[in-house]
């Protein structure tokens, strides 16, 4: 087989079968020149193969990126930088940019020198004066609300004025809460004892008191008669607290109210006091918001839920419910219960007058 591969100007026919006869021919430049003719966009060929080495030099060493970048680097800095063929010379060109004056313009030239009535009135005028004039015509931007409300209600105005700088008012110091003096010790004494005096008990606020003087003010509660309203609102009551609580409850029979927020009472200890409160069910109101622990969880807010449902007699639950379920069963319990009561009221009313 034999095909012509290029003709010159002497017509040289090549023959293809003896390819091996043609190479060992060739002299080392031109196989030299013969392995450097790739084609670098062969897609066919991997990237390391679509060109030769071109490299000649033996290899110094393994390849270092970090002294690469110091040879180059250093390499760069000796080398000189370009001269400028024009040198550099500050100056503007162009022309400097000059707004126009812009005319005034003058609707009506005559009314500046005409005079009225008024012109020595205002001129008269005080400031206050003036003040309150601006607010009659309603130019609220040039008054600031102290100026405005007090031109309105008559009052004299010291401060402040059109030529003064807005200004916030005076922060109003409200008093400090009178702290809570109820006698912890006294109190306990009197619940014990059934003093009919003590109707409802305020321990909310109190300082420093210690979880064992709180766990036996709640177990006086047991035999008590007389107190209608507990209130021990942010005391740093614990689970133990609620615990002798629950069990309080369990046995007493005439509180109505009971306040024990913004505590440290999980969910499980107030799930206790709900189930004491559903033995005797003669507590209407029960406030356990603000607790230590903000989230109850579904499992605790669905006990409650549960326990709700058994309750005919509870009217306030102070609670935050996390699942829209929970919240709207138990809106509804209580919205069952006030109804219930409403019409057991309204019968005893109808009975009376028909007496």
């Not at 979880?211 to 309203?229: G, S, Y």
């Not at 709900?274 to 903000?294: F, I």
Request: aromatic share 4%; with cysteine; proline share 3%.
């Amino acid at each position: 087989m034999s095909a012509a591969v290029g003709k010159k100007s002497d017509d040289v026919d090549i023959d293809l079968d003896n390819l091996d006869d043609l190479l060992s021919a060739l002299t080392a430049e031109e196989l030299e020149e013969l392995n450097g003719d790739f084609d670098p966009d062969n897609s066919l060929l991997p990237p390391s193969e679509r060109c030769r080495n071109q490299t000649t030099k033996d290899p110094t060493g393994p390849f270092s990126r970090d002294k690469l970048l110091q040879f180059l680097e250093e390499k760069a800095k000796q080398e000189k930088d370009w001269e400028n063929t024009v040198p550099y010379k500050k100056e503007t060109k162009g022309k400097k940019f000059v707004p126009k004056e812009q005319e005034k313009t003058v609707i009506n030239a005559e009314d500046e020198a005409v005079e009225t009535e008024w012109d020595e009135i205002l001129n008269a005028a005080s400031e206050e004066e003036l003040v309150d004039l601006a607010a009659v015509l309603g130019f609220h931007s040039m008054l600031t609300q102290t100026q405005y409300y007090a031109s309105l209600e008559d009052r004299e105005v010291h401060e402040g004025g059109f030529s003064g700088f807005a200004q916030a008012q005076v922060l109003k110091v409200m008093p400090d809460e009178a702290p809570n003096m109820t006698d912890v010790e006294e109190s306990i004494k009197k619940l014990k004892s059934n003093d009919k005096e003590l109707k409802t008990l305020n321990i909310n606020n109190i300082k420093n008191l210690s979880i064992e003087k709180l766990v036996e003010l709640c177990e006086a509660l047991k035999e008590n008669t007389t107190c209608v309203r507990l209130d021990m609102a942010s005391v740093a009551a614990t689970d133990k607290v609620g615990k002798a609580l629950a069990a309080s409850l369990s046995e007493n029979s005439t509180l109505k109210s009971v306040n024990v927020e913004s505590n440290f009472l999980s969910g499980e200890a107030i799930v206790e006091i709900l189930k004491a409160v559903n033995k005797k069910q003669t507590v209407m109101e029960l406030r356990a918001a603000n607790q230590k622990p903000e989230v109850l969880g579904n499992k605790v807010e669905m006990k409650i839920t549960q326990l709700i449902k058994e309750n005919d007699t509870i009217l306030r639950l102070g609670l935050n419910f996390e699942f829209p379920y929970c919240r709207i069963k138990v809106h509804e319990k209580l919205k069952k219960n006030l109804d219930s009561m409403r019409k057991a009221r309204v019968s005893k009313e109808e009975g009376a007058s028909a007496d």
